[in-house]
């Protein structure tokens, strides 16, 4: 089988399993409406800060949301057995790679599709624009790629929902950044030269990011 | 090691090894004696400047560590031989512990100079990233216990942390940065000068701590792989025990 194919065929069923479970997406809006209340409250004294706030909560938001959703969708797949029967895929293994990290790329874009109007809702500063979007699809993008390399990696170790946050989040740190000064320039309409870099971060981590995944992936995945 | 049955190759490589460790010791001590009786002092931040021949060199001595720690990675992962998974923790060990040495040393010469011990500065929050990426490497290797496994994800891990470094860096980077810039055409009024004798002491300790580093490398490594044959021959005497 083509890579791409069973590549497909996989996302498809992630899919198919999550709109009959109805697991992953809703625990991750749930858990990031939660994330926001709290912020809400850490900066509800002053009006000023709250404002300036927005990206950080946002992209706060989103991690968190994030990896609550990277590591259950991994921990279901072993908990059912499902890994085993992946791995005798008649296909390149990066097709499970793939199909996996698009599956859950879908899943976190759902979040962020109902947490933008939500948060804009609570928040008033506008955050349902175009050019925010593309921030959303890269930053969103690069996170689900080295989550899912390293939520397979964790999901057969002994303290796996303990480990991946800990591996995962420092290794956010350029994209985390690069998705919060691009945010915080498109909000003021700052800069456009200073823009423009942030977004090339974001792309050349995308990149390195998904490369690296799918050369590695295969030594993850082999038992 | 004298009654191991190619004793004459181990006899002569850590005779190797005694002459790498007392030669580093000596290195190492002629630096510092260097550094702080025949070194100028800095005109204008005086004796604290010294502090920075070994706070660069510990930098320079993590990253080395880190960066062996990603080549034994891959060359794990290619051969599948478990003396890359001793280098890989040799590296990520030593450079670990130089890195949170070149982090200390950097606040001592921060709180006269900046006045403060800590800044969100590039480079420091570049290093204290660092610490947490690979302090989860230590975690990881704790929570696997199939050998094999635990040496092929953590030539995995190490591999993935050593390629985000530059973009960590670069992203922190273009926030404001007020580390003086030593090396080539700093536009900023944050260069210090270096003598030629101030030069000479910085290329002397970045000698001795790069001599230090191969020792603690290979000592580390001859640890690890003393590890590895003390759980090999454990698990075979409980092979032999139970039947």
Known sequence: MNTGTAAFAIFRKDLTAERRARELVLTMLVFGLQVILVYVFAFDLNVGLRDEAVPGVLWATIVFAGTLGLGRSMAAEREQGCLDGLMLLPADRTAIYFGKAMANWVFLLIVCAILLPVYTFFSGVNLLRFDLMAVVLLGTFGYVFIGTLLSTLTVRVRSREMLLPVLLFPILIPLVLACLRGTTLLLTSGNAAELQTWLLVLIAYDVIIATVGWLLFDAVIED | ?243
Do not use: C
């Not at chain 2, 260097?34 to 070194?39: D, E, G, L, M, Y």
């Not at chain 2, 051969?79 to 512990?97: L, N």
């Not at chain 2, 910085?202 to 001795?208: K, N, P, T």
């Not at chain 2, 792989?225 to 759980?231: E, F, K, S």
């Open chain 2, 1 to 243: 090691m004298a009654d191991a049955p190619n004793a004459g190759r181990r006899n002569t490589s850590s005779k190797l090894l005694i002459a790498l460790d007392v030669f580093a010791l000596a290195l190492t001590g002629f630096a510092l004696v260097w550094v702080i009786f025949f070194t100028p002092r800095e005109a204008v931040m005086g004796d604290v400047q010294k502090v920075f021949y070994f706070h660069v060199s510990s930098a320079w001595v993590g990253m080395l560590g880190f960066f062996g720690a990603f080549i034994s990675g891959i060359a794990y992962l290619r051969t599948r031989r478990m003396v890359w998974d001793a280098a890989g923790i040799a590296g990520v060990e030593i450079g670990f512990v130089f890195t949170l040495l070149a982090v200390i040393s950097g606040s001592i010469w921060a709180r006269p100079i900046w006045n403060t011990w800590w800044t969100w500065e590039p480079r420091l929050t570049t290093a204290f990233v660092m610490l947490l990426v690979y302090a989860g490497y230590f975690i990881l290797r704790a929570s696997v216990d199939e050998v094999e496994k635990k040496a092929r994800y953590s030539g995995i891990f190490a591999i993935v942390a050593f390629t985000v470094v530059p973009l960590t860096f670069i992203s922190i980077r273009l926030f404001r940065t007020i580390h003086p810039v030593l090396f080539g055409s700093g536009s900023g009024g944050d260069v210090f000068q270096m003598t030629p004798r101030m030069l000479a002491s910085f290329l002397l300790s970045l000698a001795a701590f790069t001599w230090l580093f191969a020792a603690l490398y290979w000592n580390r490594l001859r640890l690890a792989l003393a590890d590895q044959a003390a759980a090999d021959e454990q698990l075979q005497l409980e092979a032999e025990a139970e039947q």
